[in-house]
T-cell receptor, first 115, second 112 residues
Framework: GAVVSQHPSRVICKSGTSVKIECRSLDFQATTMFWYRQFPKQSLMLMATSNEGSKATYEQGVEKDKFLINHASLTLSTLTVTSAHPEDSSFYIC???????????FGSGTRLTVV | GENVEQHPSTLSVQEGDSAVIKCTYSDSASNYFPWYKQELGKRPQLIIDIRSNVGEKKDQRIAVTLNKTAKHFSLHITETQPEDSAVYFCAASKGKGGKLIFGQGTELSVKP
């Protein structure tokens, strides 16, 4: 089946630095990539939607200059958390579709800890 | 935009009993309703889904029902087992690659 590889699985960074998270679709072309953030004991909150070759669409309340999303190819999307702060510590997870209504494939998630 | 409400937030049942989790959605254009099981620190796993052209779908001990008029759908797990213990999320989308919006989650605990 469709697989999305997400890296890194865990990252610890210092406050003020930037962190990049990658999601690659391994055996299909991901038309659309969704990025979610999940705080402990909470739901998956959609941050943004990205389509290959176009700018990401951010959900209300998500700072686009802080969470940079790039979807340069049909197999790779990246999320960069810029100037990370402890409150950005969370579980980030991507989800890809091929745009045919066949469902959503999730990455394995990235546990970000900002110290 | 779409809003999905899920209840209850926690559910504790005895092994062998049934568990029911309910969700309502706000956008009548939504037509795809998946249910996910998530274990701590892991990705959500699809356990069953239903599309708006059917009212019920069953897969062994798991079933989902959909009432489009009332805009609600439910997950039914029968003969629960301790390994069913996890957090369950409902979600809704307009399909065709549309964004997937999640409910708040239900922490199910199945006691032996």
């Amino acid at each position: 089946g469709a697989v999305v590889s997400q890296h890194p699985s865990r990252v610890i960074c210092k406050s003020g630095t930037s962190v990049k998270i990658e999601c690659r679709s391994l055996d299909f072309q991901a038309t659309t990539m969704f990025w979610y953030r999940q705080f402990p004991k909470q739901s998956l909150m959609l941050m943004a939607t990205s389509n290959e070759g176009s700018k990401a669409t951010y959900e209300q309340g998500v700072e686009k200059d802080k969470f940079l999303i790039n979807h340069a190819s049909l197999t790779l999307s990246t999320l960069t958390v810029t100037s990370a702060h402890p409150e950005d510590s969370s579980f980030y997870i991507c989800s890809a579709t091929v745009g045919t209504g066949d469902g959503y494939t999730f990455g394995s998630g990235t546990r970000l800890t900002v110290v | 935009g779409e809003n999905v409400e899920q209840h209850p937030s926690t559910l504790s049942v005895q092994e062998g009993d049934s568990a029911v989790i309910k969700c309502t959605y706000s956008d009548s254009a939504s037509n795809y309703f998946p249910w996910y099981k998530q274990e701590l620190g892991k990705r959500p796993q699809l356990i069953i889904d239903i599309r708006s052209n059917v009212g019920e779908k069953k897969d062994q001990r798991i079933a989902v029902t959909l009432n489009k008029t009332a805009k609600h759908f439910s997950l039914h797990i029968t003969e629960t087992q301790p390994e069913d213990s996890a957090v369950y999320f409902c979600a809704a989308s307009k399909g065709k690659g549309g964004k997937l919006i999640f409910g708040q989650g239900t922490e199910l605990s199945v006691k032996p």
